[in-house]
């Protein structure tokens, strides 16, 4: 292979990944914790650690309750089907003026339970894997998950040995040393995993993309998107046109029944009720995702007054295809194994980006301090702040939440649920600084405060809730036991790591302390 080329390869890879890797951090960590952000919910809300239910529950029984707790005056409804451990339903429901309710159904008292008081990982961790909460999110996401699949290519050029180095690992080396082994060997280690996931996180946001293609053959707003929608699919969600029926909403038990028995059996996981009480008001059903891949969760409409189906679910192959890349990145399907085999390759990922940014700090340190240049230490802010900033600031939005009983709870007119962003924010760019100020140290610094932090989420889950982890594994409420054990391991490595850190200073100082001895002069006679 060309030398040059191989020279251009490793000067892309690197610099993009001093540059991005913070940002690829953030996507990589909140996506690793998104595989099972339903299980990080109901460690955030003990309010839906109820038993598990394998009992059939009514469509129509959720409706009526929810028409119950909300009033009549209805715009739109949304409730997720209750199964197996996830007994607690989600309810969306939007009314004419305007005004939300939201809530969970227990499928073992048939009652509502209390309303969300946390954004906890379905509506914080999940969506900033890949929005950032910033505007064009989105599109900062694309940019470098496609710089991305370019440091996979050019990192897989610039190694000559690259499955040697998958099973070359030398701990006991040099920093710089250990830590390249140990980037080397996370990255071969997942690159099919990082690669699929990488590319099928670009995939999925095809109609932001490519939004100058698809509105040259669709209009420019929420009805061309409908259109499009329609032609991909075969569905119509229906426009309420704001006129009134006395007609009583048909039943939702035998839609579903027709739905399913369409579907093969398979039951629905939804219900979308678009305009109760309007003429032109529609029910959508949508299929389980638990035993396929695909995200395509084949819609039926039914008209709600008479139960009549109106469209049955056909779809595009290239729509079919995107569909099942879309289902392999956000694994909606029921798979334990499949899972944990995600959480580990994101892990990798982490892992990966923190040993890149600690190789490239290690192998300059020296050169850039003989020559009086700023990189090292303007860079050591950004690795430390997308590393353990992010880390110490997560564990911080669990410990902020877990700090105050479940239910509605505010605090200087600030609600709860603004508080666990505010203290995770405020740990995040602590870290930066702190960072900038301490340099290597504030690896230590910030891995003891992550254990202590880790250590302390477990012990006010226990004092809170009474969940303590031999509950937990006793009631057989794996969720809550799974966040306790990863919280008490992640508080074991941080702890190691701070110590090794900690004894690696030491040893570095004494040997610093020897060699200036040695050259002092012999005291005289």
């Not at 409804?77 to 005004?99: L, N, Q, W």
């Not at 190694?159 to 390249?180: E, G, M």
Request: proline share 4%.
């Amino acid at each position: 292979m060309n030398a040059d080329f191989r020279v251009s390869m490793a000067w892309l890879h690197t610099w993009a990944g001093v540059i991005l890797g913070s940002i690829m951090m953030v996507m990589f960590f909140m996506g690793t914790l998104s595989v099972f952000k339903d299980e990080i919910d109901r460690w955030m809300m003990p309010q839906l650690r109820v038993e598990a239910t394998h009992s059939h529950v009514s469509p129509d029984a959720i409706y009526e309750k929810v028409v119950e707790a909300a009033g009549e005056d209805l715009r739109t409804v949304y409730f997720e089907m209750p199964h197996g451990s996830h007994s607690a339903s989600r309810i969306f429901a939007t009314k004419s003026d305007g005004s939300r309710f939201e809530s969970y159904f227990d499928a073992n008292t048939m009652d509502l339970t209390a309303n969300r008081d946390s954004l906890g990982a379905g509506y914080f961790l999940y969506p900033m894997h890949y929005t950032l909460h910033m505007p064009f999110g989105r599109w900062v996401v694309g940019v470098v998950a496609m710089f991305m699949l370019l440091m996979m290519i050019s990192g897989t050029v610039i190694h000559r040995k690259i499955f040697v180095d998958f099973f070359t690992f030398r701990p006991n080396k040099k920093l710089p040393r250990s830590s390249l082994d140990l980037h080397n060997a996370t990255s071969v280690l997942a690159m099919p995993f990082h690669i699929m996931i990488t590319l099928s996180g670009v995939i999925i946001f095809y109609a932001i993309y490519f939004a100058p293609t698809i509105n040259a053959a669709y209009p420019e707003d929420s009805s061309g998107r409908s259109s499009l929608y329609k032609d991909l699919t075969g569905l119509d969600f229906g426009v309420p046109s704001g006129e009134q029926t006395d007609a009583p909403l048909a039943s939702l038990d035998i839609m579903a029944e027709k739905a399913s028995n369409i579907w093969g059996g398979e039951a629905i996981s939804g219900v979308f009720i678009n305009g109760p009480g309007d003429t032109e008001g529609r029910v959508i059903l949508y299929k389980s995702l638990a035993n396929q891949v695909s995200s395509n969760d084949r819609r039926m409409a039914f008209d709600p007054y008479s139960g009549e189906l109106l469209s049955e679910p056909r779809t595009t192959a290239g729509y079919e295809t995107q569909q099942w890349i879309s289902g392999a990145h956000m694994i909606f399907f029921d798979h334990w194994v499949l899972r944990w085999l995600y959480f580990v390759g994101g892990v990798a990922g982490c892992v990966m980006i923190a040993t890149g940014y600690i190789y490239w700090m290690e192998t300059r340190r020296k050169k850039y301090a003989n020559n009086k240049w700023p990189g090292v230490r303007i860079v050591e802010g950004f690795a430390v702040w997308g590393v353990m900033g992010l880390l110490t600031g997560t564990v911080t939005f669990f410990v902020i939440n877990r700090l105050f009983a479940p239910g509605e709870w505010s605090w200087a007119g600030i609600p709860k649920y603004f508080w666990e962003p505010l203290a995770f924010y405020f740990v995040w760019l602590a870290g930066m600084i702190h960072g900038w100020v301490r340099g290597k140290k504030a690896w230590g610094e910030q891995a003891w405060l992550l254990g202590g932090l880790c250590i302390a989420a477990v012990f006010l889950n226990w004092i809170t809730t009474g969940d303590h982890l031999g509950a937990s594994l006793l009631k057989g409420d794996m969720a809550v036991a799974s966040m306790d054990l990863v919280l008490l391991l992640t508080a074991g490595v941080s702890i190691s790591a701070a110590r090794k850190i900690g004894s690696v200073r030491r040893a570095a100082s004494s040997m610093g302390a020897a060699k200036v001895n040695r050259s002092l002069p012999a005291p005289a006679e």
